[in-house]
């Protein structure tokens, strides 16, 4: 058989192409030499990443003794990481908390694998990103509040819903701060969001004019003397929640606060500890706290006069300070019918009278069964209530302390005067006074009201 010269040749050289072609090209491969060299990658065996994290590594040599081979990459677990190839580059990027393990392997089957570790970025836990504001915040303006972020999955970040009255942004330190507007008042909602931008904590900020919010309010007195072994709480009002209390000297006496209730716990003998009490906008008020010895009984009692008159009506309602005993106290009347008694601080008692004429008694218990009687005589109008002071007609007050006190009853304005200010000092504002211990001894301090009714309060410096 004679084949043609011209297509003898044309036929060998399409062969080689063919052959040529199915030896290289097409999907990830990278060129070895022709020499085969060991597989490997640039990436460490163990890696540690956050979430949000890409890293890139180069995988070389390997392959089936070829010029050519391919390389692939899997991993155990794809929630925790994402993993991707071209040629020999490859990446690894971190989706959540967790640990997988990623192997990266050349056409003839050679496998290095890497131990990945995935951990929260920002202090996550991989729950509800949870902030430790309240869901309520009244703020005013030109006002700052930051509060702790945690839980979530991933880089936090703030939204506000009203940026002109209230914005807020994420700091590096895991925290949240709020600034309103220094000239707009009005709703604000801020969500904190974690990287799955899905259930937000949301926040809604009200803010009102400058200097219209309350300082931080308790109904503990100013100056509180404890027993050891007693444990006192009172209300906070007003500020801007939530409320830390901090003690001066927690050998003496520890403080907790959940919500707006604080908890003092007298623990030994001491003081005066200063209880500080802060918001959340670093407002902050204190009073003093001195903790007498275990066993040391302060008797229950009532600062008002043995028998009190009162008028009929809410108008006409008295109220006194009680002193002493166990708190928390229960109080009464001997009669609902005559008049009527309540607790309008955990510390005060208020009178109102019901019916004209009447006489009943005023009965308040402490929490270990001590009680405290008064008579109560209602009137019709025009009462004038006697006038007395909440520290009682007695009072003792350690060199370089102070308790202040508040005068309540007869006829507006108070002059208060100390008989011997080498003892005892006295400054006085409206109806309420303050006592400071100066030296050893004892003195009287005088109350005088403008229809110059005197009530004496005798003042021992030990």
Do not use: H
């Amino acid at each position: 058989m004679i084949i043609n010269r011209k297509i003898y040749y044309t036929l060998i050289a399409a062969l080689a192409s063919a052959i040529l072609v199915g030896c290289g090209g097409g999907g990830n491969t990278t060129p070895t030499g022709s020499t085969t060299t060991p597989f490997t990658t640039n990436a460490p065996s163990t890696l540690s990443l956050t979430v949000g994290q890409t890293v890139s590594y180069v995988a070389t040599g390997g392959g089936d003794g070829n010029n050519y081979t391919t390389y692939s990459i899997a991993d155990s677990n794809p929630s925790v990481d994402k993993v991707s190839i071209s040629g020999a580059n490859y990446t690894i990027t971190a989706l959540k908390a967790g640990t997988d393990t990623v192997n990266v392997s050349d056409a003839a089957g050679d496998k290095q694998s890497i131990a990945v570790t995935v951990t929260q970025n920002g202090g996550g836990t991989g729950s509800t990103v949870t902030v430790t504001a309240p869901q309520t915040v009244n703020l005013t303006q030109a006002q700052s509040v930051t509060y702790a972020v945690s839980s979530g999955t991933g880089i936090y970040s703030a939204v506000s819903g009203s940026p002109g009255i209230a914005n807020a942004v994420i700091n590096g330190n895991n925290t949240v701060t709020i600034t309103t507007s220094s000239t707009k008042t009005g709703t604000a909602i801020i969500d904190v969001y974690d990287s799955t931008f899905t259930s937000p904590y949301a926040i809604t900020v009200n803010v009102t004019a400058a200097n219209t919010a309350a300082s931080i309010i308790t109904t503990a007195p100013s100056q509180l003397t404890l027993t050891a072994g007693v444990t006192a709480s009172y209300p906070l009002f007003n500020g801007v929640p939530p409320y830390t209390v901090t003690s001066s000297i927690p050998s003496v006496v520890t403080t907790s606060v959940t919500s707006n209730i604080f908890t003092l716990d007298a623990l030994t003998a001491g003081g005066p500890a200063t209880i500080q009490i802060t918001d959340a906008a670093l407002n902050q008020t204190s009073i003093q706290v001195t903790v007498g010895p275990n066993g040391t009984f302060i008797p229950l009692n009532i600062a008002a006069p043995a028998t009190i008159t009162v008028g009929v009506g809410q108008s006409n309602t008295v109220s006194y300070q009680l002193i002493g005993g166990y708190p928390p106290y229960i109080v009464s009347t001997g009669s609902s019918a005559a008049a009527t008694a309540k607790l309008s601080t955990p510390t005060t008692i208020s009178f109102t009278g019901v019916t004209a004429g009447s006489t009943t008694q005023g009965i308040v218990f402490d929490s270990q069964g001590n009680s405290k009687t008064i008579t109560i005589n209602v009137a019709t109008s025009g009462v004038v209530e006697p006038l007395v002071s909440s520290s009682g007609s007695a009072v003792t007050i350690a060199a370089g302390s102070s308790g202040t006190y508040t005068i309540q009853g007869g006829t507006p304005q108070y002059t208060v005067t100390s008989s011997n200010t080498g003892v005892a000092t006295v400054q006085s504002s409206g109806s309420s006074y303050t006592v400071k211990g100066v030296a050893s001894g004892s003195a009287t301090i005088v109350i005088l009201d403008s229809a110059d009714t005197i009530y004496n309060v005798t003042v021992t410096v030990p």
